[in-house]
């Protein structure tokens, strides 16, 4: 290299004379005097120079070593953010390896570094940013300790997809569940007729965010952290439906009384709970209100008309508790139409425990009235010579039926008016008791009595009997079975007298 810069300097020094020879001959200087002084300037201006090249050199050679120790420990770095060991960098400082060569070595590898921690970053941050999403959905905080924004650990990485996958699997579940609320939530809106959920804001204030989410089937917005304000929602409709329903419900139970005392139909229980489903159930009770107290006064008179026709049945035996006073005419109130259903029951029970009784002793007249006539036609000396082909049998039947059916009859009689009389009463029939007559019979069975004092007592009882053929039973325009019949007329027309009162 100096010989180089020699023969340079040499050819430059000569090309400079030749060009200075003129000038230097016109001013009388010699060549050595000349070519001193340009030796003394070349020297001169050289040593400057190479003075200012050397200066830059080392300081390119100062930057390389720089540049070349600050990628190192940048890579150092990045590797110590992405938690792994750092690769080897021993050919930094290496006097073998020229510094253009580290240098270029280091910037390979630093940017390899950095892409690598690019990529990390990516992948952190796109976990990171989804499990965000998931806790907010969950209304939760973001764990703290996952909260770096240095650490590209891959570590880290994993504790954030586990966290993630955590939260998403919660969140699926409860997000099902709120979707499940939110349903519910739909159908009684849906029940109750109420569109606009943000009436109850004041109570719970997501209802203006949920209102629109659910109008407009926005499923996807339903998240778990609105669970709470879901289940408050539903819980406040709830309570509008519990309240509706008992509405219903104590309406429908005066509906009923109503009905029953107005001896109507009972209409069906509504189903329609929405506001206007209510108010016109309860308009519906008003107007039967109107109508029962309209009613009033039929209801009670035909009550009065049944309970007479009633009385009429009995003969005689219509004692009931408390003397079955009636209201006044005129009273045409409610607690006057209970009275005369109770008044009009008791008479029915009694009619019931009568009407065996009567049945039996219009069984019992009517033989008595058959053997009276029987004697008489015994008796006639003339039946002898008449031609009745039948008459031998039927006197032998009738003869069976006052040997078995008879005393069978009079025992019943006996036991039936026993138990009726034992609740303090009398059975009459006609204007006497029947139960001594009934008695006496029994006990003169076996007797012979004179035909004579047997007639008048049996023509009385026979007399009776007829009466038993046309009693009204229970209810007016009801008639009581003769003892031949068997099968019993229509109920009263208040339905067999069974109270309407719930």
Same mark, same amino acid.
């Given at each position: %290299? ?29 060549? !050595? ?9 070349? @020297? ?15 300081? &390119?050679? !100062? ?7 600050? &990628?190192?420990? #940048? @890579? ?21 390896? #020229? ?77 099902? =569940? ?7 939530? #739909? ?16 109570? +719970? ?26 289940? /408050? ?16 419900? $104590? ?36 107007? %039967? *209100? ?15 008309? =049944? @309970? ?8 005689? *035996? !219509? ?11 005129? $009273? ?28 039996? +002793? ?37 003869? &069976?039926?006052? /040997?078995? $059916?008879?005393?069978?009859? &009079? ?6 008016? /026993? ?8 059975? %009459? ?6 139960? $001594?007559? +009934?008695? *006496?019979?029994?006990?003169?069975? *076996? ?32 008639? @009581?079975? #003769? ?10 027309? %208040? ?8």
């Amino acid at each position: %290299m100096a010989e180089t810069i020699k023969a340079v300097i040499e050819t430059e020094t000569g090309t400079l004379l030749e060009r200075l020879a003129p000038v230097w001959t016109s001013l009388g200087l010699s060549e !050595d005097e000349v070519s001193r002084e340009i030796e003394t300037n070349l @020297i001169s201006g050289l040593r400057e120079q190479f003075d200012i090249f050397a200066s830059a050199q080392e300081d &390119n050679r !100062d930057k390389h070593v720089e540049d070349i120790q600050s &990628n190192c420990q #940048t @890579i150092r770095d990045l590797f110590a953010q992405l938690g792994e060991e750092v690769i080897d960098l021993s050919f930094a400082g290496d006097k073998t390896v #020229t510094l253009k060569d580290q240098l270029q070595r280091t910037q390979t590898l630093l940017a390899e570094t950095k892409e690598k921690v690019s990529q990390r970053s990516a992948q952190l941050e796109a976990v990171q940013l989804a499990l965000e999403q998931a806790v907010a959905d969950l209304g939760e905080k973001f764990p703290e300790e996952l909260a770096s924004t240095t650490d590209l650990s891959l570590s880290r990485l994993s504790k954030l997809e586990a966290a993630h996958k955590d939260a998403s699997e919660r969140r699926a579940h409860l997000t099902e =569940t709120a979707i499940q609320i939110s349903t519910t939530l #739909t159908a009684l809106q849906a029940e109750l007729g109420i569109d606009n959920l943000e009436q109850f804001s004041s109570e +719970v204030p997501e209802a203006e965010t949920i209102h629109p989410i659910l109008k407009e089937h926005r499923t996807v917005e339903i998240v778990p952290r609105l669970i709470p304000a879901l289940e /408050k929602l539903v819980a406040g409709l709830e309570q509008v439906k519990a309240g509706r329903q008992q509405v219903i419900d $104590d309406t429908y139970s005066e509906v009923c009384q109503i009905a029953g005392l107005l001896q109507e139909e009972v209409p069906a229980k509504p189903t329609d709970l929405t506001e206007a489903g209510v108010a016109a159930f309860v308009t519906k009770k008003d107007e %039967m *209100n109107a109508q029962k107290i309209e009613r009033l006064s039929e209801l009670c008179a035909a009550h009065r008309e =049944t @309970i007479a026709g009633l009385k009429e049945t009995l003969e005689g *035996n !219509d004692q009931i508790n408390g003397g079955g006073d009636l209201p006044a005419e005129s $009273d045409c109130s409610e607690e006057a139409l209970y009275k005369l259903k109770e008044v009009e029951e008791a008479f029915n029970q009694r009619v019931e425990a009568v009407l065996p009784i009567l049945d039996l +002793v219009g069984k019992r007249e009517k033989i008595l009235r058959d053997k009276e006539q029987f004697e008489k036609n015994s008796a006639d000396p003339a039946r002898l010579t008449k031609r009745d082909p039948g008459r031998l049998l039927r006197e032998e039947k009738f003869r &069976n039926t006052l /040997k078995k $059916d008879l005393p069978r009859i &009079n025992k019943k009689l006996i036991v039936l008016i /026993k138990e009726y009389e034992a609740q303090g009463l009398t059975f %009459m029939f006609g204007d006497e008791g029947y139960l $001594d007559s +009934v008695v *006496n019979d029994v006990q003169t069975s *076996n007797k012979r009595v004179p035909l004579a004092e047997r007639t008048a007592p049996v023509r009385q009882s026979a007399d009776a009997a007829e009466k038993v053929k046309t009693l009204p039973r229970k209810g007016a325009g009801s008639r @009581i079975p #003769t003892a031949n019949a068997g099968k019993r007329g229509p109920s009263s027309a %208040m339905g067999n007298g069974k109270r309407a009162r719930s």
